[in-house]
């Protein structure tokens, strides 16, 4: 009973502390905007902590977060093994030449009325199909090492990167562009000098939702034929080993790649989009 006492006084001090600290001038500062979310994250592991115990709850059915933390500091070798394979081999791979694809057909697109009415439609098509369709038909061309994972993410990603660049590359407005012709302009120094600046913050945002759809895809594509690492196949392994601290110890690294990464996107789009009505706060 104490244990849940903990839990309830950690939520309502949490609460109170984020209340004062949100009515504040420091919550305007970067350090203010940091510190709401990392003191609202500690609550919830805290309060985690509390029920579970306090609850006796299985660790079958949820490990308290000491648990998962103790599985990450006592599997650091495996952890990192199963990163690399997974999130730099798999899912970087994959985003880089998934991306880099799709910019230079949407310049292509761009350039041809005909592929911008024929492709499209058929990239809207392939953009829903289940990756769970997808990712057995990747494993018996590609194999079942990190290639196969790649070419699920490339699949994942190209059509959205291709879409949001596609719209970018009209962004521009129509006085622009007769502008540009009006000084004689090549297609070549329009695409440089007008419309792929106008189209950075579509790349970006295409960028983006691409960089949370790359580990995701190759995780769930290690579900169906991977070597003995990456994190798809030790979260399989340890659902039958009911190794659930294992499972969380793969999901928090995931969670930690996964923003970390998309962060390192959004920081690269303010400094190329710095000119940007989005960007002025």
């Not at 203010?32 to 309060?47: D, E, R, W």
């Not at 599985?71 to 990163?83: N, T």
Request: positive net charge.
């Amino acid at each position: 009973m104490s244990w849940v006492l903990i839990a309830l006084a950690a939520w309502v001090l949490g609460w109170w502390i984020n209340t004062r600290l949100a009515a504040a001038p420091l919550a305007r500062t970067r350090a203010g905007k940091l510190a709401v979310p990392v003191i609202f994250g500690l609550t919830v592991l805290v309060v985690w902590e509390g029920l579970v115990r306090g609850l006796d709850v299985s660790p079958v059915i949820l490990p308290p977060p000491s648990a998962v933390l103790a599985a990450l500091a006592g599997s650091l070798p495996v952890l990192w093994e199963d990163f690399v394979q997974t999130a730099v081999k798999g899912a970087l791979s994959g985003y880089l030449i998934g991306c880099g694809a799709a910019f230079l057909t949407a310049i292509l697109i761009d350039r041809s009325p005909f592929l911008q009415r024929g492709l499209l439609p058929v990239g809207n098509f392939v953009a829903a199909l289940p990756i769970v369709g997808i990712a057995p038909i990747m494993v018996m061309w590609f194999g079942f090492d990190w290639q196969s994972k790649a070419a699920v993410v490339v699949v994942m990603v190209f059509f959205p990167m291709l879409v949001n660049t596609v719209a970018g590359l009209k962004a521009s407005d129509h006085m622009q562009r007769d502008l540009m012709a009006t000084w004689s302009a090549s297609y070549g120094q329009s695409l440089l000098k007008l419309r792929l600046p106008a189209a950075m913050p579509f790349v970006f945002n295409g960028l983006k939702i691409a960089s949370t759809l790359a580990l995701i895809g190759a995780i769930v594509a290690e579900f169906f034929g991977s070597p003995t690492r990456g994190m798809g196949f030790r979260i399989n392994a340890s659902i039958g080993q009911l190794a659930l601290d294992m499972i969380w110890a793969e999901i928090v690294v995931a969670a930690i790649a996964g923003s970390a990464f998309y962060g390192l996107v959004a920081m690269i789009e303010k400094r190329v989009t710095f000119w940007h009505p989005s960007q002025r706060h």
